[in-house]
Structures are given as structure tokens and as C-alpha cells.
């Protein structure tokens, strides 16, 4: 099944028939939905259903695998970003990835902040400083480290770490942000911690979570879309795709029955 | 051909020094070419080692050096044994080459470079200006390791071939009808005297200068490991 949600507001992200296949597996079956600006989509499913591979393909780290083949359409602000003739570069920094583990680079906390900004050639140190400064207070690190510039990111906790990729990631003030599952690696507090981050990330930025906690999906999510190998199977509002699912594989789901 | 006199054209008169210029000329050519092979395979996609590059690794670790030094030996021999060093040098980084770059590949493609690696594409870094910066960078002291480790067996691997030499020698000698004990103190190479000390130990420079050898290879391998830090403690702060 295919999941279309329209929403009054011009589309932020917009999906059409999204395919990607290794080999003879396809992962994605036909993705279609549309998300609006300064919405924050919650991707749940079970393992193998396509929650990573969807962030994946949307912003092109599938290249990375020849084996991967990805067709239909993936639109930002109205842009398409699929095809061979686009910049995969530009569009990576326009759809920020970040991953379950923190992966912090061998530099800096300062350089790993302003390493897209660096890559895409920006020199001016006033430019990057400032830059480094806010997306620090968008991560809420400013007060807690934002004069520890200098420091290794190892020498922090996990959470901080993650915060700090998060942080690279909006430097490059992204059309949206895209998740693969944050906390994963981090205990109860940490993940209370990062979740009010998002919460608060949230209300400025595009955002999309792929998460296998159904109940940080329901706080951080405003539209939820419940895959299962490959297809969407519902997408909707998050308050009622939790209270009132309409497919019966989704209440499944969300009831803890494996089907 | 005798091994004492006529084997090269710089001077043989201390084993060590020959040694060190061998392995001095091999081992940044070796490093190079491995770092570079490691590289291009790095920067192509994920990092994932190419069936190729590993096999030939393993068969490249797997190669005993008396293999090394037995080839040595042979183009000595075919070339006149002139340019010992050089010729010691080309023999050996190309046996140590496949086991080189088959280790930086592997610490290219471990899982911690692979993240490293997807997050600064994620960045929207290109992938040359990942594997040249991101790799190197996080990389440096593991590249480091496997350069002294290299060059420890380099050191090992001219030792074989001095005595497949001293061998080769001897036998020419007694064939000519010369003095049948070998002079210790001027054998080629240090290593090579480390074996003659064995059946003639009460000659202590020669044993000195073996021993010296030995400290050289262990220091080496003690610097690998000392950069490489510990496998299995985590230098992570939850």
C-alpha cells in the first residue's frame, strides 16, 4: 500500500513511487507521501521493513553501493534530487543524515561542527565561527561547550557526541533533517536529553525519524508512517495513527502482535 | 663470488648500516604504493576491500621470509651481486607490498572508518576529499604501526638473506679452495652475523652488533603497539 498524505501547505518533502532494490531484494517498494515545512515525520516498522534504507535513498548514500538501484522521485522544496545530472554533494548537505552511533570526526569539536562548511569551501573565520555558534544553540551545547572548541569530541559521552553530529549536520542549515533511529545507542537519560533537543529542533526544522521506539515516535512526531518490508502500509497523523490505526497490520504493530 | 669482497659497490664493512639502507630505501616506496593502492580502494565506495587486495595480503603475510631472501639471493647472484642495497630494497618491498597494503585496507574498512567515512559524506564531503582527509587523519597512527612493522620484517627478511648469501658464498669459496671459517666481523649484514655469532659465539662485536638488530626489531614492534594502543580498552567516556 501506498501512502499519500496532502496537507494544505506547500510540500517540504515529496516522495513519488520510491523504489531501491540490492539485487533481487527490493527494500523499497513504491514509497509515495508528501510532508510539509516544519513537520516531523516518525518512520516506524520492524527490522528489514525499510526505515534506514528510506533515509538512505532520500539522500543519495545508496550511491555509495553500486549494487544499490534506486528509481522514482524524491523532491525538496519542489527540487528534484534523484538522477545522474544532480550534485550529490549539495544534496546530501541539503538533507542532513545522521546515524544511530555517533560518528564524530578525527578533529576537533569546532572542525567536526564546520566540516560541511569546509567542504563546500567556505574559509571566512568569522563566517564559520559564527556559524559553529548557532548551530551549537540549536543543539543547546552553546552553555555546556560551546568555549571547548578545541576539545576531541571522544573526550565526551555518547550523547554529547551525537549532539555534536547533530549539530554538523544543521551547520549546513539543511531543508530537513533525517534521523536514522538517534538514540539507539544512548541509555534512558541520554535519550530523554536528546529527545527535548529534537523537540525543540523540531519547530524549526523539517525532520524525519526513523525510530524503533513507538513511544519517541509518538512524543517527536507530528504524522507517523508505519512500514512494513518496503511499503507503507499507513501513514497519518501521529495522535490518531496511535489511537484509531485503520489497517490491522498497523495495530499489529503498535500492539506488540507479530503478524 | 665471494660474499665478503665483491657483493656491492658501497661498503659492506657494516652489516648494519647496509641493512638500514636497505630497508631505508624500501620501506617508503613499499608505504607509498600500499598507502596509495589502500586509498583508491577507500575512496572508491564504502571502503570495502577489494577479493584481490585481501587475498593477495594474506599470501603476502603468509610468504616466510627465507622466500624473500632465497629470491634475493637469486638475482644477487644473475646480477653479479653489485648494489646489494638496491637490489635487497626492490626484492623486498615487493614482498612486503601485498601484506602492507592488505593492512591499511583492512583499517581502512574497519566499521569506526566506515562511520567516519558516511558521516563526512553525509557532510557532503566528496569521497577523494574523505578517504584523503577523514582516512589519513583518524588513520595516522595505525598507518604509522604498519610502517614499523614493515619495516621489522623487512629487517628480519635481509637477515635471511644474508645467510642465503653467506651460504651461497661459502660455497664458492670452498670451491676455490679458500679458508674455510668465514670473517665474522665482516659479513654483510648484521643479521647475517647474528647467525654466524651462533656457531662462533665467542666473538662479542659480532654478537653485539646481532644484538643490536634484535633491540632494533623489538623497539619497532614495541612502537607499533605503543601507537596502536590497546585492542581491547575502550577510549570511550559514557
Known amino acids: ?259 | 663470488m665471494g660474499v665478503n669482497v665483491d657483493l656491492a659497490s658501497i661498503s659492506l664493512t657494516d652489516g648494519l648500516s647496509v641493512t638500514l639502507s636497505a630497508v631505508g630505501l624500501a620501506l617508503p616506496v613499499t608505504m607509498l604504493v600500499a598507502l596509495l593502492a589502500a586509498l583508491s580502494v577507500a575512496a572508491r565506495a564504502s571502503g570495502a576491500a577489494g577479493p584481490l587486495v585481501r587475498s593477495a595480503g594474506r599470501s603476502g603475510r603468509a610468504a616466510p621470509p627465507v622466500v624473500t631472501g632465497c629470491a634475493i639471493a637469486v638475482v644477487a647472484l644473475l646480477m653479479g651481486a653489485t648494489n646489494v642495497a638496491v637490489i635487497a630494497a626492490v626484492a623486498m618491498a615487493a614482498a612486503t607490498l601485498p601484506g602492507a597494503t592488505s593492512a591499511l585496507v583492512e583499517i581502512f574498512s574497519s566499521i569506526e572508518a566506515r562511520q567516519r567515512l558516511y558521516a563526512a559524506l553525509a557532510a557532503g564531503a566528496s569521497p577523494q576529499y574523505v578517504a584523503l582527509i577523514v582516512h589519513l587523519r583518524a588513520s595516522l597512527r595505525s598507518v604509522i604501526a604498519v610502517a614499523l612493522r614493515t619495516a621489522a620484517r623487512m629487517g628480519v627478511d635481509s637477515g635471511v638473506l644474508v645467510v642465503a648469501l653467506v651460504g651461497a658464498g661459502s660455497a664458492e669459496r670452498a670451491a676455490a679452495s679458500a679458508p674455510s671459517s668465514l670473517d665474522l666481523t665482516s659479513l654483510p649484514f648484521a643479521a647475517g652475523q647474528f647467525f654466524a655469532a651462533a656457531v662462533a659465539p665467542a666473538s662479542h662485536e659480532v654478537l653485539l652488533r646481532a644484538a643490536m638488530l634484535v633491540v632494533l626489531v623489538l623497539v619497532l614492534h614495541g612502537a607499533a603497539r605503543l601507537l596502536e594502543g590497546e585492542p581491547y580498552r575502550s577510549s570511550v567516556a559514557r
Do not use: H
Open chain 1, 1 to 259: 500500500m501506498t501512502g499519500v498524505r496532502t496537507v494544505g501547505q506547500e510540500a517540504k518533502l515529496a516522495l513519488a513511487d520510491l523504489r531501491a532494490s540490492r539485487g533481487s531484494v527490493e527494500a523499497l517498494r513504491g514509497i509515495t507521501f508528501t510532508l510539509p515545512d516544519a513537520t516531523s515525520l516518525a518512520v516506524i516498522g520492524g527490522a528489514g521493513s525499510g526505515k534506514s534504507v528510506l533515509l538512505r535513498a532520500m539522500c543519495r548514500m545508496l550511491d555509495l553501493d553500486s549494487e544499490w538501484r534506486v528509481s522514482g522521485s524524491v523532491k525538496v522544496d519542489g527540487e528534484e534530487v534523484l538522477g545522474d545530472a544532480i550534485d550529490v554533494a549539495r544534496v546530501r548537505r541539503k538533507l542532513g543524515l545522521v546515524f544511530s552511533q555517533p560518528a564524530v570526526l578525527p578533529m576537533s569539536v569546532f572542525e567536526n561542527v564546520i566540516f560541511g562548511l569546509r567542504a563546500m569551501g567556505v574559509r571566512d573565520p568569522r563566517a564559520l565561527e559564527d556559524a559553529y555558534e548557532r548551530a551549537m544553540r540549536r543543539v543547546m551545547l552553546w552553555e555546556q561547550l560551546g568555549r571547548q572548541q578545541s576539545k576531541r569530541p571522544t573526550d565526551f559521552s555518547f550523547e554529547i557526541r551525537q549532539r555534536i553530529c547533530i549539530a554538523r549536520a544543521v551547520a549546513l542549515e539543511p531543508q530537513a533533517l533525517l534521523l536514522d533511529d538517534p538514540c539507539a545507542a544512548l541509555d534512558p537519560v541520554a535519550t530523554q536529553t536528546l529527545e527535548d533537543m529534537l523537540s525543540r529542533l523540531r519547530r524549526e526544522c523539517t525532520l524525519v525519524i526513523a525510530t524503533n521506539n513507538l513511544q519517541q515516535a509518538a512524543r517527536l512526531s507530528d504524522v507517523t508512517c508505519f512500514l512494513e518490508r518496503g511499503d507503507v502500509v499507513e501513514i497519518g497523523d501521529t495522535p490518531v495513527l496511535f489511537s484509531r490505526p485503520s489497517d490491522t497490520r498497523t495495530e499489529d504493530f503498535l500492539a506488540g502482535r507479530v503478524s
